[in-house]
């Protein structure tokens, strides 16, 4: 997914009350950008790395300019929009990127379902059974490409396991996609050790019939693109305990 406006280019100064970054620009003036990220952002703040940003003319904007890529502390890159994922998602469904989901007639974004009173992020339509997809986005990794999520406890994810469990249960289609923004990330798992209540409901929900896939992008923020381009491995079993 290729912005149609050049991305620009500075160095991470600060991040600081969870939608504001300062950035140094290349003729050394600083510059206020909107953060569009409402997580932790765990192990993708590297102070003084190159980060990259979008520029908006919505005149109805403060901060016209917003973060997209991160360069972490071990030196992947990070897509830290999550505002991103689900066009990323969609945009690989309708090209036949994420082959699990090809055939279906129509997509609804944000279709509202369930007993819990959420909205899927989308509704597959026209085959034999309607398909239920929620997005997530990953930026955490920690140790050698390994991906985790969530990056910060998560009681609205742990709610959305369990309306697709029950989706599933229902006869329908339950997907949850990992929309793997980082370059460094070959696998994913729930974080069991920054929120073991969404980890148990992870793998409660697989158990009840979610399908759970990954798919990772490939970035490029000299073309301003960020692109999913293949699935890769998720942990669909909790690790054996030790006694």
């Not at 945009?91 to 007639?105: H, V």
Request: with cysteine; net charge negative.
């Amino acid at each position: 997914m290729q912005d149609n406006k050049n991305w620009q280019q500075g160095r991470l100064l600060r991040r600081y009350k969870r939608f504001l970054a300062d950035v140094l620009l290349e003729d050394g003036s600083e510059l206020t950008i909107h953060c569009p990220n409402t997580g932790s952002m765990r192990e993708c703040l590297a102070l003084d790395s190159p980060c990259w940003f979008s520029h908006s003319d919505s005149k109805t904007r403060k901060y016209p300019n917003t973060w997209e890529v991160a360069t972490t502390p071990a030196g992947d890159l990070a897509g830290i929009n999550t505002g991103r994922a689900n066009a990323l998602v969609r945009e690989a469904i309708e090209t036949g990127i994420i082959g699990e989901l090809s055939g279906y007639d129509t997509i609804k974004a944000e279709v509202k379902y369930g007993d819990e009173n959420s909205r899927i992020d989308f509704l597959l339509t026209g085959r034999d059974a309607d398909c239920y997809v929620e997005v997530k986005n990953v930026t955490l990794k920690e140790g050698e490409g390994q991906g985790y999520f969530p990056d910060a406890v998560s009681a609205r994810g742990s709610k959305h396991l369990r309306e697709l469990a029950a989706m599933a249960e229902s006869g329908a289609r339950a997907v949850l996609i990992f929309c793997v923004q980082h370059s460094g990330i070959e696998q994913v798992a729930p974080a069991a050790h920054i929120d073991p209540a969404y980890t148990a409901a992870f793998y409660d929900a697989v158990k009840r019939g979610v399908e759970v896939l990954a798919y990772r992008a490939e970035i490029a923020p000299e073309n301003s693109d960020i692109t999913l381009t293949r699935g890769i491995a998720v942990s669909l079993s909790p690790p054996l305990t030790q006694s």
